[in-house]
């Protein structure tokens, strides 16, 4: 993940429209820095577990899913890790790996419960075809197997599976240069590590090299914290609901400035606490603040990335 980090920070040093601010930084370190909220993976109570293979499987396809909620007002994450978890329980072959080449659009829709065409249908059956296919070729049609190949390595991890399934190579250009995000790739490693409470499967020696899941959540969340700036061109787009297009230089510096500005946080609560503390965790707290605040105004791109 040294190369998510050394490009957000790229973005960063070089951003148009979106700044970092320091004293913000140092300000909301201040109030938290002797207890930052912990959030339990799962607070919500939607995902699927069963300590064994069949939740890699299950998360594997949650997070080949997981991205762009928000062009259908009703729909949320919770509904697909729900909506997974239900379909899973009722019939324990949903996901494997014939099955997930074959779904088409109202099948997946069938499986979710949702009434209605789901945001970007085509991409998600596209994705699950895509998964279906190299964890048959390459894995024994397993997820279980890419966990059991990295070594207890989650940046291994990361990359095996940019490296074999398309889909996940969250990457751009800005400014001629090529960014790192892969936001569904950390965000898989990170639920695996939290669904097995770092244990077994979950048990990742660098589990510390995860940086934040640049999402559309945290970079609002940021912003009303007082760690991001926005120019107010920006602001305005934001404020009025008006897509950004995805790869623009706005996109990019929303996402990869929130991974920089997490990174600063976290290093200068260990200088001030000694205390370390993971991107992951920090992830979870902004994430479920951001989240628990409906009216928080976010960025709207049409991304499988995220
Ligand atoms: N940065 C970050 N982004 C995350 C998550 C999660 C869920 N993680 C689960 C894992 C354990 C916990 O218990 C969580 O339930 C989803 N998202 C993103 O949010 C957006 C959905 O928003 P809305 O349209 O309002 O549902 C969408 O881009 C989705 O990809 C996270 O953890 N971090």
Redesign the pocket.
Known sequence: MEEVRATSAWVASHSSHVTVDSEGIEKLVESVENSIPKVE????G?HYFDNGPLTLQYLFVLDTL??C??PDKEL???DL?SGLKEALEKDQTVFDADRLQKYTGPELRELLKWPRPLPLEDERVRLMHEVGFELERSFGGKASNIVESCGKSAAKLVSTIARHFPGFRDHTMYKGHQVFLYKRAQ?FAA?VW?AFKGEGYGEFSDVGSIT??A????PAVLQQLGVLRYSSNLDNIIKGNKEIGSGTEEEVELRACSIYAVEKMRDLIQKRTGKQVLSVEL??WL?AYG?SNPSLQHHRTLSIY?
């Open positions: 993976w799962n607070y919500e939607i997981n991205f909620f928000w949320n994450y919770d890790a965000i639920d939290g934040i899941f999402d559309y959540i945290v992830d979870l994430w989240i995220y």
